[in-house]
């Protein structure tokens, strides 16, 4: 509970409609995307500019109050459930784009901003904004800066942090950082904003940004690629990426997710398959008629059991739509979905897709795999219920597992979810505990005090 | 001077071969690139590999003494100079290539190996390192990654920082951090990698690293297009990007830069223009043949006095060479070149030249400027002679004057040139005393005893 004094402080700063402390009102916000967690806030307030932001650290740091930025809250990993309670800081008033700045190729936006809505705004005037993440439709650009959010069209144009010019933000001191902006480079001083990026809310709020805009691409291939095994798929991704060739998507669904989310769209996918790719191929007309005929031969020569070209844009369409709802095709048919965000080298790839098989066969798990298989980024999901212990903890031993083969191939145990919560226990198993002990320092040199989004990437026994 | 009990361990550790401490010898490594800085170190130490860079940081703890890591010493800012004596740990002999995965698109190097070294090994595969800085001949890449160095081709393919995938390093506490790798994502913890980028190795050594490569380009043109007045050219640049063309290369010259290069390279520059631009188009044969059709009509509508195309790929190689010779064929006319390194968003550029111009007759000044024009980066040199205390006082106040309205515009005091000792006073005016004392805060979380590299970045009054 915060005092009586502190909540008019708030209201005095921000309005009486920007602060809720209704215990009805707060309780959907004490949760994310992620299954199975959830903590009450004693407040939440919605700022509406940057001073504003800072208002609010001000008073949660003078009274020592615990407080936790959010977004939509679409995170995975729990980085914004405010598990000491205090202040939740919800950004989604913050919600202008400020600038199209179309000589610079820049856009300025608060960091309320719902991703999809800037890609639309920029669209309008020609230009592209490739960071696609799932939940694109809801998400916040501070959200996708914080957790560097991936997406669909990641393997060639990249993750958020490739379209971060300049963050401006607000340090738990209170301290208003303006850091980067249109310059193209910029090496003044230590990367600030290329550290803020994927540090999940620990070090700072963000409350702007300035975005890097591109020319679209003038023509895109779609295709489906489909596989009776699943390893044949994930040579497929090795084969394709060896031949020099970059498209822009190859994402994954396997037997698994292929029926859930078919039963969920009904846009007849082979239910009887293995696997299936979904590639596209973008840029200069020429490029891709090349590039298509490229990647046809590289999957027929590695086995893929049937391919099919999009009939026309609004097919592709369909297709990439069908594959994004992926995770709430998975979700509708179990009480409980976990998710992971394991990482590997590609050329891995295949056999990451063994080890999974092998592993849900062994700990009698249901998994469904889908991902960003050109980005060797796999979210194998158990369907389980959180109310059977013991296949809970099967659940547990299979993950364990899979991320200590996963890490001794070179990958990592978050491709682009985060630690968050969720995570909290294979951090040090990848970075080693002197990696986690300089994250400490660094935290610390931010926020001595400990109040910024408490109980999150360090597991207890580091804090 | 170092006591002969640590010379003894130093020697013990890597051998009396990789150990030097006559004077003489000792003499050449207190300089880097930068005119009129020097310290002399007291001892000089070559590791061959990363656990002989692990011991000398232990010895240099355990006894107190600073320690400062340099390669070829190419530095423009003084990053590598031991301005506190101690040890110069020179990584030139950790210049293995370990590994180029043709299969994963990545080579993985020791911090020593010289970047155009690494550029031609991976093009015997097939495969392209873009990042080339003036220097690429002699450079390092662990010093590219300290300075996080451009090039040339920085305005289509980026800069070091977006090539780097994963460092191997040597923290002040003695602590080998491994970051990064060959995942193509990965958001597992603070994003040390990128904050070590552009650190000017004031926060860790860097013994190995991991870069992406990509496939080449298939095709190239090269253009020269001339003008009569600078602003010209720089309202070209802005307009070609308007036009949603990202040319791999647009290099600035001058008239007093064109007239040195001319004087120097002879190959027949027209010395009466104010400007000359080098614009390379590169990509797919199809992509390349329109974009040059569309540079060339942008370089006509906006006023370009002459359009040349590079009449076969040895002449645009030739012109490039010309153009990297810039610094050096300035260097050549007068006893001191004062190189700066300011960058602005693209837009600013043909006002950033007016003002070049205006303050140089104001303050009475040779400046010849060059840079990488398309990136908004450019390097007004001032060419003069560190005896005349006037001229030297008058060139200071040039680039005050310079500098405070570049960073009005947005613009940065550094764009791959770094802080080092040359620009110390600069840093706040541009990230704000709430930024240099987060700076400060992680430096110290790094280097709790400031033995690392120091005298660098902060000004005295900061540190």
């Known amino acids: ?40 806030p004693d407040v939440v307030v919605y700022p509406t500019d940057s001073e504003q932001v800072q208002a609010v650290v001000e008073i949660a740091r003078d009274n020592k109050i615990p407080f936790t930025p959010r977004g939509s809250g679409t995170g995975l990993s729990g980085g914004s459930i405010p598990v000491n309670g205090g202040i939740v800081i919800c950004l989604n ?7 199209i700045d179309e000589e610079n190729l820049t856009a300025t936006c608060q960091a309320g901003v719902v991703t999809l809505d800037l890609f639309n705004a920029v669209a309008e005037k020609g230009l592209f904004y490739p960071p696609d993440p799932g939940s694109q439709k809801i998400s916040t650009l501070g959200g996708n ?84 095994n699943i390893r044949t798929a994930g040579e497929a991704v090795s084969k394709i990426i ?36 979904l590639i596209e191929v973008d840029g200069h007309p020429a490029v891709v008629a ?24 609004e097919h592709a369409g369909e297709l990439a739509a069908a594959r994004r709802t992926a995770l709430s095709a998975l979700a509708r048919v179990s009480p409980t979905t976990l998710l992971e965000d394991a ?36 979210h194998p999901t158990v369907l389980c219920d959180e ?15 899979l991320y200590e083969q996963v890490l001794e191939w070179g990958g990592t145990v978050s491709g682009e979810h985060g630690i968050g919560i969720a995570k909290k226990g294979y951090l040090a198993k990848q970075i080693g505990p002197g990696g986690v002990a300089v994250m400490k320092r660094i935290k610390r040199s931010f926020d001595p005090d400990g109040l910024l989004n408490p109980g999150k990437i360090f597991a207890d026994d580091q804090e």
């Open 1 to 40: 509970m915060i005092s009586a004094t502190v909540a008019q402080q708030l209201i005095d700063k921000l309005g009486k409609e920007n602060v809720i402390a209704e215990k009805e009102d707060l309780l959907v916000l004490g949760y994310d995307s992620t299954p199975g967690l959830h903590a009450m």
């Open 290 to 313: 090349e590039e298509a005929a490229e990647v046809e031969k590289v999957l027929k020569a590695v086995g893929a059991d049937d391919v099919q070209m999009a009939k026309d844009a």
């Open 387 to 401: 109310r059977n212990e013991d296949e809970m903890k099967r659940a547990h031993a299979f993950y364990d597992e």
């Open 93 to 99: 008033k913050l919600n202008k784009i400020l600038e």
């Open 145 to 228: 800066v914080m957790e560097d959010a991936g997406g669909l069209r990641g393997l060639k144009y990249g993750v958020t942090r490739d379209y971060v010019m300049g963050l401006k933000c607000v340090l738990p001191d209170g301290t208003l950082l303006d850091t980067g902006g249109k310059s193209v480079k910029d090496v003044a001083g230590y990367a600030f904003k290329d550290l803020l990026i994927g540090s999940e809310g620990t070090l700072a709020i963000i409350t702007e940004l300035t975005v890097k805009l591109i020319p679209p691409p003038q023509d895109k291939r779609t295709f489906l690629a489909y596989f009776k």
């Open 343 to 378: 990482t590997v080298p590609r050329s891995m790839l295949a056999n990451t897709f063994d080890l999974i098989e092998k592993l849900a066969e062994k700990y009698k798990l249901t998994v469904g795999t889908f991902g960003h298989a050109g980005d060797g980024n796999l």
């Open 242 to 277: 060896a031949a020099k060739i970059i498209p822009s998507t190859m994402e994954i669904m396997d037997k698994a997710t292929i029926n859930c989310v078919e039963d969920y769209v009904k846009i007849g996918l082979p239910r009887e398959m293995a696997a299936l790719l």
